[in-house]
């Protein structure tokens, strides 16, 4: 039953590599959204997906970061040769439609720290 | 320039006791509004949200909020705050067409509850 899922909760590696995060929507769910909570800081849109398109793109920070959704449910953030300031909590969020009269729902994030 | 602020970063009150949180706008149009509350290691739940109407809305967890046009405040208050209801919370306004990639969140409140 469940809710959105994430995984890895945590991750910790080596600036340099590249990470890929991972966001579970409920079922049935066609809008999909992605955020960074860096520390002290609110949310930071990233990116949302309708289906499988992504009509916004404008808040990923660099061309570091890439994500896709197949199937129209799970989806990838993958952020290539990591920075320390790629360092935060990314926090998925799935809605019923890309419409604010339907509640986001998220999920627990995933925490990147960045060595 | 659009932009959310809650001026306060901490607060600490006692069980039973009173609570307001802040938040102030600066917006071209009257927002869409929302107050979300993030518990250690979760992602984020809505409170509640304002789109038109009645300018005092009703959330869960027994929160409410007030919006005060003409100080571009949506300020978040509760009567009697439980010890569960520490965690943070964050405020956020978007566009009233909606779409929440256009969202703008405010840096958060963390709240403390003493016994």
């Known amino acids: 039953g469940a809710g959105v899922s994430q995984s890895p909760s945590n991750k910790v590696t080596e600036k340099g590599k590249d990470v890929e995060l991972r966001c579970d929507p409920i079922?049935?769910?066609?809008?999909l959204y992605w955020y960074r909570q860096s520390l002290g800081q609110g949310l930071e849109f990233l990116i949302y997906f309708q289906g499988n398109s992504a009509p916004d793109k404008s808040g990923l920070p660099s061309d570091r970061f890439s994500a896709e959704r197949t199937g129209g449910s799970v989806s990838t953030l993958t952020i290539q040769r990591t920075q320390q300031e790629d360092s935060a909590v990314y926090l998925c969020?799935?809605?019923?439609?890309?419409?604010?009269?339907?509640?986001?729902?998220f999920g627990d994030g995933t925490r990147l720290s960045i060595l | 320039a659009q932009s959310v602020t809650q001026p306060d970063i901490h607060i600490t009150v006692s069980e039973g006791a009173s609570l307001e949180l802040r938040c102030n706008y600066s917006y071209g149009a009257t927002p869409y509004l929302f107050w979300y509350v993030q518990s250690p290691g979760q992602g984020l739940q809505l409170l509640l949200k304002?789109?038109?109407?009645?300018?005092l809305v009703q959330g869960i967890k027994g929160f409410e909020a007030e919006f005060k046009r003409s100080q571009s405040s949506f300020n978040l208050r509760k009567p009697s705050v439980h010890w569960s209801d520490a965690a943070e919370y964050f405020c956020?306004?978007?566009?009233?067409?909606?779409?929440?990639?256009?969202?703008?969140f405010g840096a958060g409140t963390r709240l403390a509850v003493h016994p």
């Open positions: 969020a799935s809605s019923l439609d890309f419409n604010s009269n339907q509640p986001q729902h």
């Open positions: 079922s049935g769910h066609t809008a």
């Open positions: 304002y789109f038109s109407g009645d300018t």
């Open positions: 956020a306004v978007g566009p009233p067409s909606g779409g929440y990639n256009k969202l703008i």
